[in-house]
């Protein structure tokens, strides 16, 4: 404000942000699953929107059906999402992407989750049909990884110590 202006006084401001990403990706995955202490693969339609992954059984569910399942990278512990080692998963084009959330009840190890003290880590594997395919599944997901950290790590810049 210039000096000797009529202005003077205090201005409040209350803000609200949230982060958004502009990623989209639609199409097949395959998505290992454990099924009774066994693991299945299941081929499912995924959505990639914004900072959630969603999957049905076919495209035509998207619009008409709650999804089977989702992933939110929000909770993606992963530094980089990575094609998964082979002495880890043998199946060709798997990303690896690991999750964590509260432990809950009823939850015990499994072949994919493993729960420590009050966590659950889950590995996410996900096989595209290509090379090619897996390469822009792993652009998008890393992509939506780096906007909700670098959106942290401003945030944590806003807020005062």
């Not at 993606?76 to 002495?87: L, Q, V, Y």
């Not at 997901?141 to 959106?151: A, M």
Request: charged residues 25%.
């Amino acid at each position: 404000v210039p000096f000797l202006s009529p202005l003077e006084g205090n201005l409040y401001l209350k803000m609200q942000c949230q982060s958004h990403s502009a990623v989209q990706r639609r199409g097949f995955l395959t998505i290992f699953d454990d099924v009774s202490g066994l693991g299945a693969w299941r081929r499912r339609w995924c959505v990639l929107s914004g900072n959630i992954l969603s999957f049905w059984e076919y495209p035509d569910q998207e619009a008409s059906k709650e999804p089977l399942g989702r992933i939110n990278l929000v909770n993606c512990t992963s530094a980089k999402i990575e094609a998964a080692k082979r002495e880890t998963c043998a199946r060709p084009h798997t990303l690896e992407l690991i999750t964590m959330r509260p432990q809950q009840e009823d939850d015990r190890d499994t072949l994919v989750t493993q729960c420590r003290n009050t966590l659950c880590f889950t590995k996410n594997w996900l096989s595209a049909d290509t090379k090619e395919e897996k390469d822009l599944w792993m652009d998008c997901l890393n992509q939506v990884l780096l906007d909700l950290r670098t959106w942290g790590a401003s945030l944590a810049k806003l807020t005062p110590s």
